[in-house]
């Protein structure tokens, strides 16, 4: 899998355009930065010497949601020393998210350290760490929920003692259908979400809320309490989540996935077709995406005529009719 797209609400960065990404994080994280504090108004912010306003305020949206596709995941990092060169490489069960942090590398930022308790990123073109984060609370991926949470505290990273503030924030990342509902009112997220999955991509959308130490110890008390609840353990947990954390999030952008096909599918798909077997595709993704993806892997052949079956009691007619029958 790989990283294609990502849309920040005002623009969208793709292919050749990656690297306005790739400077937009040096120069919010060069050695001459004096701070890394995240902050309401992002890390750093960018020079006012070198940009106009649009262009800082459309760098701080890009900067923000690397750092958040950077922190907002379960990947470990490991290390090797390959040909006299230390190489990290990514672990965890996701491939997408594996692809998301190798990204996020390319672009300038790189997961160097994580534990069950902290996690810390550093800039590729400084070579030194940039942001540190302690990691009180993770909400796992679940295929209910389709979404994934962390909660995290920054570090002063240039403080003469690394000091811990009360700067904690909720990250969420998820499937647009259940996020849309959670991020803030905007004009642009469904259109753009539809147009990614035209072009065949996985979409996720990313939003963040900035959490202050009471809100954070109100949600910690109320968490706890239901987790040690022994009737309906996990739907008490979730609405707790909900109603403190899932509400009204900043929309940070969305990110589009490339699943690349294995070596030699189109061509076999293709000679199946032509020998006359029959071949179905189960998927769980948007029906745009499936469309694209079954076109580009030659199940169906450019220029045939696709069906749409979108209601549930013509779906069961179809499967009991043509599959079962």
Known sequence: MQLKKIHVGTVSYANESMSEVAAYIRQAFSENSTSTNISASGVNPLSATSMTRSRREIGSRVRDLVIALALCHNVTPTTAV?????VTTYQASSPDEIAILMWTEDVGLRLTS???HSMILESTD??????KVDILNIFPFT??????GVILRFHEMRSENDSVNDNVWFFEKGADTVMSPIVASNDWLDEETANMAREGLRTLVVGRKKLSSQSYQDFAARHKEASL????????MAK???DHLEQNLEL???????DKLQQNVKPSLELLRNAGIKIWMLTGDKVETARCVAISSRLVARGQYIHTIAKRESLKWFVRHFLLG
């Open 82 to 86: 390959e040909a006299g060169e230390t």
């Open 114 to 116: 994580r534990d069950r």
């Open 126 to 131: 400084a070579g030194i760490p940039v942001i």
């Open 143 to 148: 295929s209910e929920s389709k979404r994934m």
């Open 229 to 236: 609840s022994l009737r309906d353990r996990e739907a008490a």
């Open 240 to 242: 707790v989540i909900q």
């Open 252 to 258: 940070l952008g969305v990110t589009g996935v490339e």
